[in-house]
């Protein structure tokens, strides 16, 4: 069961080891994967609530945990739970969705110490369906974002709420055993300056791409790293559980994934990018960016590349050159689904990408303020 063995593997000790990869999606039957919440990049709106026993303290003078609720202070947080074995449903419904979530469900209070990005992901044993909730107080009503397999929200210190509820599919809940994990990520803020030049890239006939670039962006598989030894994936799952765990273990960053390994595109594993995995930082890994350059244009190594929504301030501080690709000159570059998870976008999504002029920038998640 995935979900056992990525809590089994996020326990363990871990040694650390990519090519591009295929897109997948994450999704199921009843009310779609969609989000609820908006795109917005500052902390949502009114702060935490009042539910008349726990949100207004805060980190440093929480509440007492309320009772049928387990409360998390750190993170990244895990946990397998069952919904069968809780009592009946405190709460049917949320003003982001019109599923009927009237089954039993579990309770979160998640105080986190700073403005920030809160998610929470869910993975299923087969015939459960549970949805995934953030709210804002213990209150249907302040529902922040929902889904089938995770949520995210932007939040600001204090305390928040994540409800995992059971699916309730034509009078019958979903009801059984769930893994979920919480994340919380701080993102840097400030200056996204980007360097302006051209990119040369395999087959452009000498028309080099303009950069900064704005355009579609790949959803990329994962690439095996410095800290996980060989013998390397034969297949696009084996080991890849292990591979969630540590990464998710060392970034903090929480999303319900579901990418492989990159494919057998060249290399001699699965999960194999440009030279050897002793090579490549897990943490460069999580967030790393392709584009389809040239072998004398390829950026060094660790070279940071900024992912950008062109539409707002939401942008990903991305490791360059450890992989090459997307073959399609169409699309300007590839990033795996921690980057989409974060700028919200998915396969094929629009990204504005460029080389940071700023090289000390931390990798990862970046709220532009320019």
Same mark, same amino acid.
């Given at each position: 069961m995935r979900a056992r063995l990525l809590l089994a593997a996020l326990g363990?000790?871990? *040694?650390? +080891?990519?090519?591009?990869? @295929?897109?997948?999606?994450?999704?199921?039957?009843?009310a779609g994967d969609g989000s609820a919440g908006g795109d917005g *990049? %500052?902390?949502?709106?009114?702060?935490p609530g009042d539910d008349g026993s726990?949100? &207004? @303290?805060?980190? &440093?003078? $929480? $509440? =007492?945990?309320? %009772?049928?609720?387990?409360?998390v202070t750190t993170f990244p947080f895990g946990e397998d739970r069952d919904t069968s074995l809780e009592p009946p449903s405190r709460l049917e419904g949320y003003s982001c969705s019109t599923a009927d979530e009237s089954g039993p469900e579990v309770i979160y209070r998640v105080t986190v110490p700073e403005a920030g990005f809160l998610s929470a992901a869910v993975y299923e044993d087969p015939g459960v369906d549970v949805d995934v909730h953030l709210l804002r107080a213990l209150d249907p009503a302040t529902c922040l974002d929902r889904g089938?397999?995770?949520? !995210? @929200?932007?939040? %600001? @210190?204090?305390?928040?709420?994540?409800?995992?509820d059971t699916y309730v599919s034509s009078g019958t809940p979903r009801s059984g055993p769930f893994h979920v994990d919480l994340g919380f990520t701080v993102p840097s803020r400030g200056p996204c300056a980007m360097e302006t030049g051209e990119m040369a890239r395999v087959g452009d006939g000498g028309s080099h791409l303009a950069m900064p670039a704005t355009g579609?962006?790949?959803?990329?598989?994962?690439?095996?790293?410095?800290?996980?030894? #060989? =013998?390397?994936p034969s297949t696009a799952t084996e080991h890849l559980a292990e591979h969630y765990a540590l990464s998710q273990g060392r970034t903090g960053f929480v999303?319900? !994934?579901?990418? +492989?390994?990159?494919? *057998?595109?060249?290399?001699?594993?699965?999960g194999c990018g440009?030279?050897?995995?002793? &090579?490549? #930082?897990v943490e460069h890994e999580a967030w790393y960016v392709n584009m389809y350059w040239t072998q004398a244009a390829r950026p060094a190594k660790g070279t940071r590349l900024l992912l950008r929504d062109p539409a707002g301030s939401r942008a990903v501080v991305a490791a360059a050159g450890y992989e090459t690709g997307p073959g399609n000159l169409a699309h300007v570059g590839g990033t795996p689904e921690e980057s989409h998870f974060f700028l919200r976008t998915t396969h094929l999504g629009p990204m504005q990408i460029g080389i940071a002029v700023d090289q000390a920038l931390p990798f990862g998640p970046r709220i532009c303020t320019d």
């Open positions: 363990a000790v871990l *040694l650390a +080891s990519g090519c591009s990869g @295929a897109i997948g999606g994450a999704g199921h039957a009843d *990049l %500052e902390p949502a709106a009114d702060g726990a949100a &207004d @303290a805060g980190p &440093d003078g $929480a $509440a =007492p945990c309320p %009772e049928g609720v387990t409360c089938n397999v995770h949520a !995210r @929200a932007d939040v %600001e @210190a204090g305390d928040w709420f994540v409800v995992v579609p962006m790949v959803m990329e598989a994962h690439l095996v790293t410095q800290e996980e030894p #060989p =013998p390397y999303l319900h !994934r579901t990418q +492989s390994w990159a494919p *057998l595109e060249g290399g001699s594993f699965y440009i030279g050897s995995p002793t &090579d490549f #930082p």
